[in-house]
């Protein structure tokens, strides 16, 4: 089993930048896809950006892409989402999710979740 746990959010004006993480423990955590989903109060949980087991390809959100980067260290079993020009319409908890899967169809493909991280975006 693997157990997720997600940090680095906060307050951020918009235009700045927060770096998420998300900390992996248990085995063979370079055999999961992992991703990034954020949810919206009184909204769905969406997409923002995936990774494969092997960190080479990546997907985006449109919304996210040339702003957001995700990147994965197996050494260190962490997850990382680097957020650049933060918008407010980016504020959500943001979630951490790994699948057995080889790559992701929908969230509905996740194995395990972290807890959340909130992110909050101002003008």
């Known amino acids: 089993q693997v157990q997720l746990v997600e940090s680095g959010g906060g307050l951020v004006q918009a235009g700045g930048s927060l770096r998420l993480s998300c900390a992996a423990s248990?085995?063979?955590?370079?055999?999961?896809?992992m991703g990034w989903f954020r949810q919206a109060p009184g909204k769905e949980r969406e997409f923002v950006a995936t990774?494969?087991?092997?960190?080479?390809?990546?997907y985006y959100q449109d919304s996210v892409k040339g702003r957001f980067t995700i990147s994965r260290d197996n050494a260190k079993n962490t997850v990382y989402l680097q957020m650049n020009t933060l918008k407010p319409e980016d504020t959500a908890v943001y979630y951490c999710?790994?699948?057995?899967?080889?790559?992701?169809?929908?969230?509905?493909?996740?194995?395990?979740w972290g807890q959340g991280t909130q992110v909050t975006v101002s003008s």
């Open positions: 999710a790994a699948t057995r899967a080889a790559g992701w169809r929908s969230s509905n493909d996740a194995d395990y």
């Open positions: 248990g085995r063979t955590f370079s055999s999961f896809a």
């Open positions: 990774i494969t087991w092997s960190g080479g390809t990546t």
